[in-house]
């Protein structure tokens, strides 16, 4: 017997494509900086695609712990032309906007369903959120200071 409605398990099926989308997104822009041999820049964002490969499966073990049913939609094609370090250092911080409003969204819905088993989960991702658009608001901040992309590459360090 399932304990999600079926509005809220379709949300977070949808939810699911938002992650699995971010991910893609996250792991071409770290093969535009490998081409350009910015290997820093390029594990920093490749670090990115696995925490959104990691709350695809937060979403997904939920929806299956409430007798939900899990569904992976098609992803669609992310943009794989960038011209340069800020424009996609821009995008990015625009894209997990993007992905905060999603989750907002989703709050939304829990509240109005009343899907209280659902509110930690969400709560996990609205912070998650504040966490994300931080750190690529701080490499914005930081690359602001630099005139040469491989002396920044050089100086961009990410830990776990």
Do not use: C
Not at 62 to 80: D, F, M, T
Request: glycine share 4%.
């Amino acid at each position: 017997m399932a304990n999600i409605s079926e509005k809220l398990n379709e949300a977070f099926n949808i939810q699911i494509k938002e992650e699995l989308e971010s991910a893609y997104l996250y792991l071409g822009m770290a093969a535009w900086f490998e081409e350009r041999t910015l290997n820093n820049l390029a594990d920093w964002f490749k670090m990115q695609a696995e925490e959104e490969f990691e709350h695809t499966m937060k979403f997904k073990s939920h929806i299956i712990e409430r007798g939900g049913s899990v569904h992976y939609p098609a992803l669609a094609e992310q943009k794989q032309d960038w011209t340069n370090i800020m424009e996609i250092l821009e995008a990015a911080y625009e894209h997990e906007r993007y992905i905060t409003s999603k989750i907002i969204g989703l709050h939304d819905a829990i509240k109005e369903l009343k899907e209280y088993s659902s509110v930690h989960l969400i709560l996990w991702f609205l912070e998650e959120q504040v966490e994300e658009e931080d750190n690529i608001s701080s490499l914005i901040d930081k690359y602001k200071g630099y005139k040469n992309d491989f002396n920044f590459d050089h100086h961009v360090k990410r830990t776990v």
